[in-house]
């Protein structure tokens, strides 16, 4: 009987670390900026950051992703009709004043840039396709 008891309370002492670490991470989640460089050499691999997008946004479910372009920016990722909104232009060159321009005022704890390694801009972690 003695066991069942301390089996019990380990049981719900598991639940209780559970569900406060939900409650905690859903109310404090991690802030993302995810930028898309849409220049004409990407568009080639542009299937490939679309699967590389969905791959990471179902890893984690506490965290907010903000999506954009190297042109402009688009809301969060999981308020947007479709991912195809963007990559429905693809023209210029990616810039370093380009993403200073758009992104510095936007707070993020973390900023990621995929693009093909052709610039790689203090502060951010660049993921390549080649």
């Given at each position: 009987?003695?066991?069942?008891?301390?089996?019990?309370?380990?049981?719900?002492?598991?639940?209780?670390?559970?569900?406060?670490?939900?409650?905690?991470?859903?109310?404090?989640?991690?802030?993302?900026?995810?930028?898309?460089?849409?220049?004409?050499?990407?568009?080639?691999?542009?299937?490939?950051?679309?699967?590389?997008?969905?791959?990471?946004e179902g890893r984690d479910r506490y965290k907010t992703i903000m999506i954009g372009t190297d042109k402009a920016s688009l809301g969060t990722l999981d308020q947007l009709a479709s991912k195809d909104v963007i990559f429905r232009t693809s023209f210029g060159k990616l810039s370093a004043d380009n993403l200073?321009?758009?992104?510095?005022?936007?707070?993020?704890?973390?900023?990621?840039?995929?693009?093909?390694?052709s610039l790689n801009p203090d502060g951010w972690d660049l993921v390549s396709f080649n």
């Amino acid at each position: 009987m003695k066991f069942l008891k301390i089996f019990g309370l380990l049981i719900l002492f598991q639940c209780v670390l559970w569900i406060g670490s939900h409650i905690y991470f859903s109310t404090n989640k991690t802030n993302v900026l995810l930028v898309v460089d849409t220049s004409f050499s990407m568009k080639s691999n542009f299937p490939a950051v679309q699967s590389w997008i969905e791959e990471y946004e179902g890893r984690d479910r506490y965290k907010t992703i903000m999506i954009g372009t190297d042109k402009a920016s688009l809301g969060t990722l999981d308020q947007l009709a479709s991912k195809d909104v963007i990559f429905r232009t693809s023209f210029g060159k990616l810039s370093a004043d380009n993403l200073t321009r758009l992104y510095s005022h936007i707070r993020a704890d973390k900023r990621i840039l995929l693009s093909d390694g052709s610039l790689n801009p203090d502060g951010w972690d660049l993921v390549s396709f080649n």
